[in-house]
């Protein structure tokens, strides 16, 4: 079943799968960028940020060269910024003690920040042809329903078993094919709404012929997800508004943003806040909640607009010109807040 699952695959990606992605090279440096982008976030989102960052940093050098600034100002809006920071380390490690040039083991790979199995795996198996597989979300829910999973996928030891899994039905050949196989399978025909009629495995899919294509992988255990809310001050005068840079880490940590206080806080309390802090204020309204949902928590965004007299001279922040927000890493709500308070 292992040798007729790989043969298979290999066919198949050969002629439906996908060959123009942008990334599909045997450099290993725009794989490794590309898979980094890749992980939680769509072919579709990352494509226009993939060409932007590779035009601007089209080397491991320029990306180690670069000012953190700079590569968190082009990941804004592609989410979970630590992978940003991480490529930033990581593409220092790599000129600093590997010369500039690139690892050709999972291993050596794993070792540098941001990049766990799945990640070093893929990037390995396209640039230098290692007989490496993946195991992302897609290829686990293309497992579950070829074999038929009925348990749980999650913890530690169902994932040990997954691994050993996919490691049984690794092929001694077109081992990019496969791999690339696994990626284009679970993103285009296994979706969440499997395409069972197109796919290559529709005979011999054990969920497809027991009926149960729809129902496995099993659901993962639901958990409540926190709520925060918190204020968002949006200083503002002219055709300016103030930020200040995320220094402690969270999940924004490295952007510029809007200052903030947890909680709810009134137009009245906002104004006298300011102007303890030296700002010349002339007035201070509310605008529109904003909720916005990250993997582990629900913040529900309460702004303040407060218009000032003059660009105040206020500690540890930049004072950004609304027509140029867009070269200022600026977290993806926020300047949709800004956007609309500016040009709506």
């Known amino acids: ?39 939680q976030t769509q072919v579709v989102t990352v494509t226009a ?47 600093d003690q590997y010369g500039g040039f690139f690892p050709t083991t999972r291993t050596e790979w794993e070792a540098l920040p941001g990049i766990g199995r799945s990640t070093a795996a893929a990037i390995v198996a396209f640039s230098f042809g290692r007989k490496e597989t993946i195991l992302d979300g897609n290829v686990k829910r293309v497992l579950a329903r070829y074999f038929a999973i009925e348990h749980s996928l999650e913890g530690a030891r169902a994932t040990r078993d997954l691994w050993t ?20 399978l679970g993103a285009t025909v296994c979706t969440r709404n499997p395409s069972c009629t197109v796919c290559p495995f529709c005979q011999s899919c054990k969920a497809n012929q027991l009926g149960r294509q729809n129902a496995l992988p099993v659901a993962k255990t639901k958990k409540t997800r926190p709520e ?37 806080v009134d137009e009245l ?46 500690p540890s922040g930049l004072w950004v010109k609304a027509s140029e927000m867009q070269h200022v890493a600026l977290p993806m709500p926020i300047e949709a807040l800004v956007k609309a308070f500016f040009f709506h």
């Open 228 to 264: 925060k809310e918190a204020t968002f001050f949006l200083l503002w005068t002219g055709d300016c508004f103030f930020v200040e840079k995320r220094v402690d880490k969270g999940v924004w940590q490295g952007l510029y943003c809007l200052p903030q206080v947890d909680g709810v």
């Open 165 to 184: 899994l996919a490691e049984s039905l690794l092929p001694d050949h077109d081992i990019e094919s496969y791999v690339q196989g696994l990626m284009d």
């Open 49 to 95: 940020y993939f060409k932007r960052f590779m035009e601007r940093f089209p080397t491991v050098r320029a990306l180690a060269e670069a000012r953190e600034d700079d590569v968190m100002a082009l990941w804004a809006g592609l989410g979970y910024y630590s992978r940003a920071r991480n490529l930033h380390r990581a593409a220092k490690m790599l000129v």
């Open 269 to 314: 309390s906002a104004e006298q806040f300011w102007r303890q802090k030296g700002a010349s204020v002339q007035n201070a309204r509310k605008l529109s909640p904003v909720v916005h949902d990250f993997s582990h928590y629900r913040l529900h965004l309460y702004p303040i607009a407060l218009k000032l007299r003059n660009e105040s001279a206020l």
């Open 1 to 39: 079943m292992q040798k007729d699952f790989a043969e298979t695959l290999i066919r198949w990606q050969k002629q439906f799968g996908r060959h123009q992605l942008p990334w599909q090279t045997e450099d290993p440096y725009s794989r490794w960028v590309s898979e980094v982008m890749l992980q």
